[in-house]
């Protein structure tokens, strides 16, 4: 089974590379991205995902880390 991982932050650049590197360095990973905290905490209390890890931007406009 693949390790849930999400990632949160609004910008698209920091997006793809976090996902490149993760998916590149470690198998068995599933990554989703997110541009906004709102988007992904909806995603997770529907139970839509289960994340094993969330990496969050602590600076981002609206809701942050």
């Known amino acids: 089974?693949?390790?849930q991982v999400i990632v949160i932050?609004?910008?698209e650049l920091d997006l793809f590379y976090a996902q490149i590197m993760l998916e590149r360095f470690e198998t068995g990973v599933d990554v989703?991205?997110?541009d906004s905290a709102r988007g992904a905490l909806q995603a997770i209390t529907t139970g839509q995902l289960q994340p094993q890890l969330i990496l969050l931007d602590i600076n981002?406009?609206?809701?942050?880390?």
Request: proline letters at 7%.
């Open 60 to 65: 981002m406009p609206g809701m942050d880390g």
């Open 32 to 34: 989703k991205t997110f």
């Open 1 to 3: 089974m693949a390790h």
């Open 9 to 11: 932050d609004d910008n």
